[in-house]
């Protein structure tokens, strides 16, 4: 594989000041947590100092002054020093590829989207979309796995597989791994052309996909523990959603899709992958951003 080219740029700048973008500035506020609102109060106020002075990047100290000013000592002090640790994305000078994995369900999409919001990554894409794209290549009698939806998979497994152990899991993994080799392809386009890139998709079952060079690569999965907290996630698809998505599918098979849940899980915890809870989206968002940050943090501390 040939070397990555400069990575795609992240909200923060380089060592000498952070380069004033106002959505660029939003942006990185949001990802350390500030409220969108006061995150462009602060950014309209860094914009507005910056021109008075005919200044294009934000003095360090200047940016703790007008944090504290707009946001409040605790919070304009922690915001800053937050930022800063997101500048060790920028320095590692490395494509970032996250990997967001889970059961059907778990809010992948929305907490994958919201993260490369976030980060400035323009490249979100889904395991399913790859799987839909292999079905246009591979058969039903070919590859019958992917023909079915991942709780529905065990389907396309000869009968004799199907009466023996857990169809709901082996047909799974049987197009887990079948999927996991466009994944997989995808992951290198990105590394060839340096391209940072949020994945999400149930198919990133810790452990199956293989080793990620080249880049600083997080990887988690999102959890529900709550069944009932599970299958509200499904009614609110089926009221939002056209007939294509609708929840009621997903209810029938909610069972099968627990237990699909519980085996990702279980591989985590054997991986070292990280869970995060998403009772609440904004929350389960921010614990991903951390685990970006700190993974930044070591990798810098490494290079070092």
Request: proline fraction near 4%; charge should be negative; glycine fraction near 8%.
């Amino acid at each position: 594989m040939s070397q990555p080219r400069r990575s795609d740029p992240l909200p923060l700048g380089g060592e000498h000041g952070l380069p004033f973008s106002k959505g660029m500035m939003a942006r990185a506020l949001m990802a350390v947590g500030v409220a969108p609102q006061r995150a462009y109060e602060l950014a309209r106020r860094v914009e507005d100092d910056l021109a008075a002075k005919g200044a294009e990047t934000a003095d360090r100290e200047r940016l703790d002054e007008l944090a504290i000013e707009i946001l409040g000592e605790v919070e304009g002090t922690e915001t800053v020093r937050q930022l800063r640790r997101y500048q060790d994305l920028r320095e590692l000078d490395l494509p970032v590829i996250i990997l967001v994995g889970g059961a059907t369900g778990t809010g992948k999409s929305t907490v994958a989207t919201e993260v490369a919001h976030r980060l400035g990554i323009t490249r979100v894409t889904s395991t399913d979309f790859v799987r839909q794209t292999m079905r246009a290549f591979f058969s039903r009698e070919f590859m019958p796995s992917i023909h079915y939806s991942s709780f529905e998979a065990g389907h396309g497994l000869p009968e004799e597989e199907q009466e023996t152990g857990d169809p709901t899991l082996l047909g799974f993994l049987e197009q887990t791994r079948n999927v996991l080799v466009g994944v997989n392809a995808s992951i290198e386009r990105a590394l060839e052309e340096g391209w940072s890139m949020v994945l999400e998709g149930i198919h990133l079952v810790p452990g199956m996909l293989p080793r990620i060079e080249g880049a600083l690569v997080i990887e988690c999965i999102l959890h529900i523990t709550d069944t009932e907290n599970h299958r509200s996630h499904f009614l609110i698809r089926d009221i939002v959603s056209d007939e294509r998505r609708a929840g009621s599918k997903y209810l029938d098979h909610l069972a099968e899709i627990r237990r699909i849940q519980t085996y990702i899980a279980e591989r985590a915890r054997k991986t070292g992958v990280a869970i995060v809870e998403n009772a609440d989206v904004e929350r389960a968002t921010g614990e991903v951003m951390e685990l970006v940050v700190s993974a930044a943090e070591r990798a810098r501390e490494h290079v070092a």
